[in-house]
T-cell receptor, first 110, second 111 residues
Framework: KNQVEQSPQSLIILEGKNCTLQ??????????LRWYKQDTGRGPVSLTI?????NTKSNGRYTATLDADTKQSSLHITASQLSDSASYIC?????????FGSGTRLLVRP | DGGITQSPKYLFRKEGQNVTLSCEQN?????MYWYRQDPGQGLRLIYY???????QKGDIAEGYSVSREKKESFPLTVTSAQKNPTAFYLC??????????FGPGTRLTVL
């Protein structure tokens, strides 16, 4: 069964600190993997997309990694800001559809 | 939220009532999607449409209906047959096979 598992479920960090969110998937065949940011009560917004051949991709303070062999991805947030407080969703595309993880809820405290 | 709008933002429904959620996009996308989001779960696909006048059931279509009479519009009706409709509903659109852009969502609560 195609699944996307994210950890941790929730995370609290202090402003200015770094953090790493994890995503493990069992989706096959694999087309691409996206990380989305979803603010409370809003729709998700894409942060990065990674294909099979890509190991690392950055978008400002966000850096995503992909290990296609172990089927793991991570999202690293550097120098966190209060506006980073949101849910981060890992989404894997197979040939036909998107499979969504349940998200990691991040709270950045001053 | 790109060029996708959803209305209303909040919707309250009495048991036994049908309600319709609106989704409009001005991105000229062929494909449109409806998802349901519940706390602690990933988004689940309700219905999708890849072309006008055609749509397909997703993973949890029971109790829902859609129409696609115009390219820009993909309304979702939550019928009384949906036993647990309280959730956050997200509409998305995309060029075929490309990134999906999401609307701001509608929170439906059954009273």
């Amino acid at each position: 069964k195609n699944q996307v598992e994210q950890s941790p479920q929730s995370l609290i960090i202090l402003e200015g600190k770094n953090c790493t969110l994890q995503c493990n998937y069992t989706v096959s065949p694999f087309s691409n993997l996206r990380w989305y940011k979803q603010d409370t009560g809003r729709g998700p917004v894409s942060l990065t997309i990674m294909t099979f051949s890509e190991n690392t991709k950055s978008n400002g303070r966000y850096t995503a990694t992909l290990d296609a062999d172990t089927k793991q991805s991570s999202l690293h947030i550097t120098a966190s800001q209060l506006s980073d407080s949101a849910s981060y969703i890992c989404v894997v595309r197979d040939r036909l559809k998107l499979i969504f993880g349940s998200g990691t809820r991040l709270l950045v405290r001053p | 939220d790109g060029g996708i709008t959803q209305s209303p933002k909040y919707l309250f429904r009495k048991e036994g009532q049908n309600v319709t959620l609106s989704c409009e996009q001005n991105l000229n996308h062929d494909a449109m999607y409806w998802y349901r989001q519940d706390p602690g779960q990933g988004l689940r696909l309700i219905y999708y449409s890849q072309i006008v006048n055609d749509f397909q059931k997703g993973d949890i279509a029971e109790g829902y209906s859609v129409s696609r009479e115009k390219k820009e519009s993909f309304p979702l009706t939550v019928t009384s047959a949906q036993k647990n409709p309280t959730a956050f509903y997200l509409c998305a659109s995309s060029a075929l096979g490309d990134e999906q852009f999401f609307g701001p969502g509608t929170r439906l609560t059954v009273l």
